[in-house]
């Protein structure tokens, strides 16, 4: 080794910077750049030009009539509600649905867990992009759900149950895609649970339901905190299943950035767009890191005893 | 004094898994624990009593056997049904609840009127001397003040029996022996049944009305402490509780009860026979290390010679060869002259009690 | 009278668990199915055939693909792999130092952000500086946001190790080369395959990010997939997707396999 390498803080330095520099560089600053853009004024051909400009963010809520007029015009705030409602539908539906089932994996016997985890995990590590082209095929006109209704003649050639290019479509495939990310966290701290502690509450005339609300379900909140988080942001990102499955009719903030980059050309508005989408992140995450302290704050008390 | 039953166990059998890869836990436990009473199951690890104890609790179903609770039958009662209670091995508090909401938390699913249960807590809390903790948080107390809490929330909702797992197991030594003569002064107190389970002799002895000691998913004896120790039914509860020797012996004769018996290396002993003892059988002779009185050389008594001592204070222990295969264990008191007059190489006598040799049924 | 039960047991939850595993894996399952189809329409099943299979293989634009996919994955991660593991280290056995916080938090910056977000923001730098390296540019990508997934788990088996063997080392007159070449690196080892595995798997199936910043030519697989899926489907695209999952799945047992070793020689 160098000699000069021998310092601690120069080893550490070292190590540490291709990683810093790397998504610094890459990631960092390019959010950076980002955030600048979405200041700037829209070149109509593509690209900026290097003038300051709060256009694009005034084009969230007004456009400009023909004699410069500022209107309200409720198409890109409707879009933003949208991707909450169907983010916030998708996490609840995952919650609910993840919930038992991590529970049922965390009472398994030890050597079960380890497959079913296993099982769960697979279609997360799986491309997000096939398994969504799997639910065309399954919600899709003449697909797998329309299937058994043709052949008893209940839906007619030109019929169809229209189940793609809807919320319902795109819901199903963000469950679809995040339900793993909802179930490990919760999964995690259901296993970290001393089951003892539910027999004391039996043992102390508490019915199944009562132990759940009142002993399982807080002590496993950190992991639903987690997993709720972890598959809220992708959601409200999303760009896959609102383009697959909503047919880019209904869109979501994530295919809207891309709309933006990739076919109107537009990179403020983009940006804008992006850093809305950024900071509803942001928001979620001081959340968590707020709701993290006040649990470490609880367990920092242990620390004294 | 004829006592009302608290809890009958009849016939109980507990398998854990099926066919060969299964495990018999229990295999047909009967015994019955009164009302009132401080009942100690004793054994080794895996011996069947924490699993017999949670039969009593609701948490596992019996395999065969029938369990009732004050003549009511409760092995089909699912554990929040039960009015049995439980301290659990390492307490099993509530840490996101108070010391005060851990206590509340039986008597609020009861559905007892709120007036009633801040009573019962504040008098539950006095009674373990935790009421300046009420609105601690579980971690922020000591193993002790843990344990007064698990007992103060078992107690809050009036059960019928107190089951307890171990509770002192993981106290240390001087807080244990004091938490003893609490626990026991806490059963008078209330007036509860309470069921003890522990793998510690000396817990089970010191405050135990009657002990059932358990092997290996069975019961070898049920008696008061005194019962116990000195009328072991078997050697498994001979060496189990204190330390005893044994000699195998072949019975020569009986007279009027009294057998006289020789052993392997020819030395004989009189005593009294076991029930349905008869000459030619072998036996094993059980013997109490401090029922041995050890003299100088002389005519009386057995003749042995101190192999090993070893000092422990408030005793020594000798291992005393007298020809047979083991040495015989005598426990001398250290006295105030100083400890032992002996020496290893010593030779010795060893004055036998005629009532300190028992014989041991087969 | 009401009937026994174990302590927190809730009825139906065992057929709940396998509903759940065929919600899971009936689509992957209907996928596959209809990539065995032989006629053209995906849906409309025409018998069973391996003619898609043929086909997607003789596609020379698969095959392009492919390959691309295959060099910036295996480039990606041998990259990322190095970089994590020096960022492990310096975080397990580092000791405490200022900026440590903030360092963990950039490594992971790239799991909490949107894809769609980094995608457009490196859009911005490659289009705004003119970088353009061809696959270097998505290889460039996706390094960045491989790192956090290769960091992961070498840092936990770092932080499972026992530093006394370390010690060990040291006191046996091992040099801190010595110490980390014959003892931390083996031991280590695991870790890094499984972060090496992670962030191959991750990389093979990034869609998002490389549809964003890869230049024509740089096309890899998934977003081959997405642009055959958006001009109509037929059964070839079934028979591409299977053959990715089955990549996909391949690896992840890999890994799992690797880190379920670890946990038996530990325990």
């Known amino acids: 080794m160098i000699a000069s390498a021998q310092t601690p803080a120069l080893r550490r330095f070292l190590g540490l910077l291709p990683a810093l520099a790397v998504i610094g560089l890459f990631m960092l600053v390019p959010v950076a750049i980002m955030a600048l853009y979405s200041f700037l004024e829209a070149n109509p051909f593509g690209g900026i030009v290097w003038r300051f400009s709060p256009e694009a963010y005034v084009q969230f809520l007004f456009e400009r009539d023909l004699a410069d007029n500022l209107v309200f015009q409720s198409g890109y705030l409707i879009i933003i509600l949208r991707s909450l409602g169907l983010a916030v539908l998708a996490t609840i539906l995952c919650l609910i649905v993840g919930f038992p089932i991590a529970y049922f994996i965390a009472r398994q016997p030890a050597r079960h867990r380890n497959i079913w985890i296993y099982l769960i995990t697979i279609p997360f590590w799986t491309n997000q992009l096939v398994r969504t082209f799997a639910w065309i095929i399954i919600l899709g006109r003449n697909g797998t759900i329309e299937l058994p209704f043709r052949w008893l003649g209940i839906l007619g050639a030109d019929d169809t149950l229209g189940l793609m290019y809807t919320d319902f479509a795109i819901v199903i495939g963000l469950i679809y895609a995040f339900i793993p990310i909802m179930v490990l966290p919760i999964y995690a701290s259901l296993e970290k649970l001393d089951f003892r502690l539910v027999e004391a509450s039996a043992d102390l005339y508490s019915s199944t339901f009562e132990t759940f609300r009142r002993v399982i379900i807080p002590l496993a909140k950190p992991g639903i905190v987690a997993g709720s988080i972890l598959v809220f942001i992708p959601c409200l990102g999303a760009f896959i299943q609102p383009d697959l499955l909503g047919g880019g009719k209904k869109l979501m903030l994530g295919s809207l950035v891309q709309f933006q980059f990739a076919t109107a050309r537009n990179w403020p508005f983009g940006a804008a767009v992006a850093m809305i989408l950024l900071a509803f992140v942001v928001l979620c995450l001081l959340w968590y890191a707020q709701a993290a302290r006040r649990a470490g704050a609880q367990s920092g008390a242990l620390a004294h005893a | 004094m004829e006592r009302k039953t608290a809890i009958d166990v009849a016939g109980v059998v507990k398998r854990f898994g099926h066919g060969p890869a299964g495990v018999v836990a229990l295999k047909d436990v009967s015994l019955t624990i009164r009302d009132n009473e401080f009942f100690t199951l004793l054994g080794p690890s895996g011996c069947g009593k924490t699993t017999l104890l949670r039969i009593l609790a609701g948490f596992e179903a019996v395999s065969d056997g029938a369990v009732s609770l004050y003549g009511e039958n409760i092995a089909g009662l699912p554990a929040n049904r039960r009015s049995v209670n439980t301290v659990f091995q390492h307490y099993a508090l509530f840490p996101h609840m108070t010391v005060a909401e851990n206590v509340a938390y039986g008597p609020q699913r009861l559905r007892r009127p709120a007036k009633e249960i801040a009573e019962t807590v504040a008098r539950m809390l006095q009674l373990v001397k935790m009421e300046k903790f009420a609105e601690r948080r579980p971690a922020q107390l000591s193993g002790g003040q843990q344990q007064r809490v698990a007992l103060a929330r078992a107690l809050a909702p009036h059960p019928k029996v107190l089951l307890l797992d171990e509770p002192l197991s993981a106290l240390d030594l001087k807080l244990r022996q004091a938490m003893r003569a609490e626990l026991k002064q806490l059963q008078r107190a209330t007036g509860i049944t309470f069921v003890f389970v522990t793998h510690d002799q000396e817990e089970a002895l010191s405050m135990s009305d009657r002990i059932a000691v358990m092997s290996e998913g069975e019961v070898q004896q049920i008696g008061t402490p005194a019962e116990i120790y000195e009328y072991p039914a078997n050697r498994f509860v001979a060496s189990f509780i204190g330390d005893a020797n044994f000699i195998t012996a072949e019975i020569d004769g009986i007279i009027d009860g009294v057998a006289s018996c020789r052993s392997a290396r020819g030395l004989s002993f009189t005593l009294a026979a076991a029930p349905g003892g008869k000459p030619g059988d072998r036996v094993t002779l059980f013997l109490r290390p401090e029922k041995v009185r050890m003299e100088a050389p002389g005519d009386a008594g057995l003749a042995g010679r101190i192999q090993t001592m070893e000092y422990l204070g408030q005793s020594i222990f000798y291992q005393v060869d007298i020809g047979e295969d083991a040495p015989l264990i005598v426990a001398g008191r250290n006295r105030d002259d100083g400890g032992t007059p002996y020496k290893t190489g010593d030779r010795v006598s060893l004055i036998i009690g005629a009532d300190a040799l028992r014989m041991l049924a087969a | ?267």
């Open chain 3, 1 to 267: 009278m009401p009937e026994f039960r174990n302590v927190g047991e809730v009825r139906g939850l065992r057929s709940a668990a396998f509903g759940f595993m065929v919600f899971l894996y009936l689509p992957i399952a209907i996928l596959i199915l209809y990539s065995f189809n032989s006629g053209s329409l995906v849906m409309v099943w025409s018998g069973f055939g391996l003619n898609w299979y043929a086909k997607a293989f003789a596609n020379a634009d698969i095959q392009r693909a492919a390959l691309n996919s295959l060099i910036v994955a295996t480039v990606a991660t041998a990259l990322a792999t190095v970089i994590a593991t020096l960022a492990a280290l310096v975080m397990t056995r580092g000791g405490p130092f200022r900026g440590r916080g903030a360092s963990l938090a950039m490594i992971s910056l790239p799991l909490m952000v949107p894809e769609i977000v980094t995608a457009v923001a490196m859009l911005i730098v490659f289009a705004g500086t003119g970088l353009s390296l061809g696959l270097g540019n998505v290889i460039i990508a996706h390094v960045t946001f491989c790192i956090p997934f290769a960091f992961m788990p070498i840092r936990a088996r770092l932080e499972g190790m026992d530093t006394t063997l370390e010690q060990a080392s040291a006191d046996l007159y091992g040099s801190d080369w010595a110490t980390f070449r014959y003892v931390t690196l083996p031991i280590l080892m695991p870790g890094i395959l499984a972060g090496a595995m992670l962030s191959f798997v991750i990389s093979l199936d990034d869609f998002i990010i490389t549809m964003m910043v890869a230049g024509a030519g740089s096309t890899t697989l998934p977003v081959y997939i997405y642009s055959m899926i958006r001009q109509g489907v037929t059964p070839e695209v079934n028979a591409v997707s299977s053959l990715l999952l089955l990549a996909s799945v391949l690896l992840v047992t890999l890994y799992w396999l690797v880190t379920r070793n670890r946990d038996a020689a530990t325990a």
